[in-house]
């Protein structure tokens, strides 16, 4: 088992790397993702390591957290922007759920983790064992993340790296890098013991809420020398996760996929649908440009859509402002779950063995 595992993290640490430098956004994620599923085809055992889980949410919660302070905070002094904000998710997440729950017949767990929206690594860690039922939300996410990638890019054409490092907080500048290690590591050591205590409670991605809370709380504390989550443990934590996603999507068969796929459009669309929506409205009633709020609003990782905003002079601190408490909420909302949630109800383990999630 070892054996699988270390190949596992090799193979997903090679793709992570190809698909970091060929320049895509998220390249790292999809290039973990796409080696591993490929070798699974190919025929090779791989399992992720037990404590994968663990770290993907102490490094990424924590680098959510790190992204908050107080300049932000003060930034969402208007309340009618953070509502919006706020009714946008509530009415993407409520049709999403309402379409593959009673439509495409998905379970109860499985038709709101895929109706999210955004957050994956989120949604992966609360998705339990590894198995064909979670490859439908893996798969419903991966097509909304491909899908809005190839908006941005119609609407702003390729984006450079540079712009992105301009858009967002740099490393640990002028300091020894081993400086940065430190201070996550007791970072991490905190959220992790806070995260055993919230275990016991059987509260869904404990070790996420508590790393993004204890970034955040410290950095509100520290001010202007805030923690920084060093990019190479960012990059590590995106390897593991695109590996985990290879391997649940190993078994998915031609059927699956042509399910899963009609699925994930419709709900992509819905999505989209009601974005464009919201921020027509809200910008009539606040006055913000429509693009502006559109590219706040729209489900898709703060570093993308950062880069794109800057692009296109769309107000990049305000975007980047919003989906930093967007990207919050959803990584804080599961402690407000229960784990029994995730449970198959009864009647959810006939629905799984339909094919594609739909009753035949």
């Known amino acids: ?30 290039g973990a993702a796409a080696l591993v ?39 969402m002094a208007d309340l009618t922007i953070l509502a919006g904000l706020l009714i946008c998710m509530s009415a993407q997440l409520v049709a999403g759920f309402t379409w593959l729950y009673r439509v495409e017949k998905w379970t109860r767990a499985e038709s709101l983790l895929g109706a999210v ?20 939300m893996v798969f419903a996410h991966m097509v909304r993340m491909i899908a809005l990638l190839v908006a941005v890019f119609l609407i702003a ?52 809420v508590t790393g993004l809370i204890l970034a955040a709380g410290v950095n509100l504390w520290l001010g202007s020398d ?9 990059l590590f934590a995106m390897a593991l996760l695109g590996g985990l996603i290879g391997i649940r999507l190993k078994d998915i ?11 994930a459009l419709i709900v992509t ?46 107000e990049p601190a305000f975007v980047m402002l919003n989906h930093v408490l967007r990207m919050s909420v959803l990584h804080i909302a599961p402690m407000f779950m229960s784990r029994d949630f995730f449970r198959p109800e009864p009647q959810d383990t006939q629905t799984t063995k339909h094919e594609g999630g739909r009753h035949v």
């Open 253 to 263: 068969t031609r059927q699956d996929i042509a399910s899963y796929l009609r699925a």
């Open 117 to 136: 929206p955004g957050a994956m690594a989120a949604v992966m860690t609360l998705t339990g064992e590894e198995g064909k039922t979670s490859a439908k």
């Open 269 to 314: 669309s819905i999505t989209f649908g009601i974005t464009v929506v919201m921020a027509f409205g809200f910008s009539l009633l606040t006055g913000q440009p429509f693009l502006v709020l559109f590219m706040s609003w729209v489900p898709g990782g703060v570093e993308v859509m950062v880069a794109t905003a800057l692009a296109l002079g769309l």
């Open 37 to 75: 599923l490929i070798a699974c085809r190919m025929g090779l055992a791989l399992a992720t390591p037990p404590a994968a889980i663990v770290v993907i949410q102490l490094i990424l919660g924590a680098s959510v957290g790190a992204l908050l302070n107080a300049e932000m905070l003060h930034g």
């Open 1 to 30: 088992m070892l054996r699988n595992f270390t190949i596992t993290l090799l193979l997903a640490c090679a793709g992570s790397i190809l698909g970091y430098l060929s320049g895509l956004p998220l390249g790292q994620l999809l």
């Open 226 to 234: 805030p923690i920084v989550v060093p990019e190479p443990l960012v």
């Open 157 to 208: 054409g390729p984006q450079e790296s540079s712009q992105e490092v301009a858009a967002l907080p740099d490393g640990p500048d002028g300091r020894a890098l081993w400086v940065g290690y430190v201070a996550f590591l007791l970072l991490a050591t905190g959220a992790y013991v806070a995260g055993r205590v919230l275990e016991r409670f059987a509260m869904p991605a404990p070790y996420m």
